[in-house]
């Protein structure tokens, strides 16, 4: 399994909305609803986001959505702000008990 | 509150083995639904998921590692261990233990990592 392609880095104003892509094959992200996402900052456990493609764990901001369509995942943050700046990686079930994580994507607040 | 916490070796030499144990504290490793797995990060890149073990011994691996690794699970201790044979420099990682929900790649718990050198 290759890894899942997002963009190295994804910069906003605070305030503003930004999508991090998450770009899999129909063998990964495209055949299965079973896409995560984690929020990594240095130093610090990785952080929970999202599973099943949109559900969002107890205790985590609303301002953090996801979606998929077809074989790309999307993780948007609406409302930047200074606390959200940190790499974000995807994950998805790939088949035959296989996980594969996406590239990450550095996230900078302006 | 369910937590894990690695511990082992920061530095193996190449062609060694590295080992490593998570703890699971707050909880039993036991509970049926949740399977451990381990996941590492290489040196400015990305994760990768190594592996994982269901408290019962059912293994499952990357197949990009499965030659080399091998997990097993201590009910007694709450405890899962990684073993990694003839390591190389490429194997230099941030270790991370996790815990997944069903198995369908939730990890909702996470230790905080540690760092593995393999020297030569």
């Known amino acids: 399994q290759s890894a899942l392609t997002q963009p190295a880095s994804v910069s906003g104003s605070p305030g503003q909305s930004i999508t991090i892509s998450c770009t899999g094959t129909s063998s990964d992200v495209g055949r299965y609803n079973l896409v995560s996402w984690y929020q990594l900052h240095s130093g610090k456990a990785p952080k929970f986001m999202i599973y099943e493609g949109s559900q969002r764990p107890s205790g985590v901001s609303d301002r953090f959505s996801a979606s998929k369509s077809g074989n790309t995942a999307s993780l948007t943050i609406s409302g930047l702000q200074a606390e959200d700046e940190a790499d974000y990686y995807c994950c998805s079930y790939a088949g035959n008990n296989v996980y594969v994580f996406g590239t990450g994507t550095k996230v900078t607040v302006l | 509150q369910v937590q894990l916490q690695e511990s082992g070796p920061g530095l193996v030499k190449a062609s060694q083995t590295l080992s490593l144990t998570c703890t699971v504290s707050?909880?039993?490793?036991?509970?049926?639904?949740?399977?451990w797995s381990w996941i590492r990060q290489l040196p400015g890149k990305g994760l990768e998921w190594i592996g994982y073990?269901?408290?019962?011994?059912?293994?499952y691996y990357n197949p990009s590692l499965k030659s080399r690794v091998s997990i097993s699970v201590d009910t007694s201790y709450n405890q899962f261990s990684l073993r990694l044979n003839s390591v190389t420099a490429a194997d230099t990682a941030v270790y991370y233990c996790?815990?997944?929900?069903?198995?369908?790649?939730?990890?909702?718990?996470w230790g905080q990592g540690t760092m593995v050198t393999v020297s030569s």
């Open positions: 996790a815990r997944d929900v069903d198995a369908d790649a939730a990890f909702d718990i």
């Open positions: 707050g909880g039993s490793i036991s509970t049926g639904g949740y399977y």
């Open positions: 073990i269901y408290f019962t011994g059912s293994t």
